[in-house]
């Protein structure tokens, strides 16, 4: 996030399971660091790349300012016609799955990562809550000379941020969400150590939330967002929060070797 001027925004590369989830946890946040000029680049980790869905997230990502798709390739959970001719993420050997993406890692070498939250955010779903695990085994791995050294030369970002809510958000939206009728997963309010205002890139984060058509069309996350007013969409898109987890290692002292890179 902005450094107050005292150094450049932090290159950032995102962690998702499906295309959309980038532009619904994290749309904000990849349009901030874009437009003040620095790297910022997503895996999905679910779809083949030849799906219409694959295109919309060239899209979504082209509105970001995010670059092309980087994709796993895995099948969703719920759809496996998503890649027909590979395995469903939750099904594929975890050691294959991590060196994927740890030579994501290496080949781009961010200095934040973004992902899910230990629930998968809000909805719990199970593809959100194994590329999670995913990231966190990959993000270490990455930096260990030992580990996967067909994947390119080590690199540690200094840290990884999962994307998450907390209780208090979800209830201020109060009944915005009441036509989905799904439980919701937050996190207490003291875990989320970045509340970031991304009112100035809505409209960005928006457009990148509705190139995903297919999923506006049946009615999911970006179909809700698509029927609501602006007013409403402002009060449920317009802040994002994270949870901090330092990967540098700790200097002299104790404290994190950057701990303002957000503020």
Do not use: C, N
């Not at 016609?81 to 993420?89: E, Q, T």
């Not at 934040?112 to 909805?123: E, F």
């Not at 030369?153 to 201020?172: C, E, F, K, M, N």
């Amino acid at each position: 996030m902005s450094t107050g001027g005292r150094r450049p925004f932090p290159d950032l590369l995102a962690v998702f399971a499906h295309p959309d989830d980038e532009s619904l946890a994290a749309g904000g946040v990849l349009a901030r660091h874009a437009a003040a000029g620095a790297r910022t680049a997503v895996v999905t980790a679910t779809w083949a790349p030849d799906t219409p869905r694959a295109a919309e997230l060239a899209e979504a990502l082209r509105v970001l300012g995010a670059g092309p798709p980087r994709m796993l390739g895995y099948a969703d959970s719920r759809v496996p016609p998503s890649a027909p001719d590979r395995p469903r993420l939750l099904d594929a050997p975890l050691d294959e799955t991590v060196r994927e993406l740890v030579a994501h890692l290496r080949a781009f070498r961010p200095r934040i990562v973004l992902t899910h939250d230990a629930y998968g955010g809000p909805t719990g779903h199970e593809d959100h809550v194994h590329t999670h695990r995913v990231a966190l085994l990959a993000v270490q791995a990455a930096g260990l000379e030992r580990l996967y050294p067909d994947a390119g030369a080590p690199w540690r970002p200094d840290a990884l941020y999962l994307a998450t809510h907390p209780h208090s958000a979800v209830r201020s939206w109060s009944g915005l969400l009441a036509p989905t009728g799904k439980r919701m997963y937050t996190v207490p309010d003291d875990h989320v150590t970045a509340a970031v205002d991304v009112s100035p890139w809505l409209d960005r984060k928006v457009a990148a939330i509705l190139a995903h058509r297919t999923e506006v069309e049946r009615g999911a996350a970006p179909g809700l967002i698509a029927a609501l007013p602006d007013r409403e969409r402002a009060l449920l898109l317009g802040t994002e929060w994270y949870t901090r987890l330092g990967l540098a290692p700790t200097p002299p002292g104790g404290t994190d070797a950057d701990p303002e890179l957000w503020s």
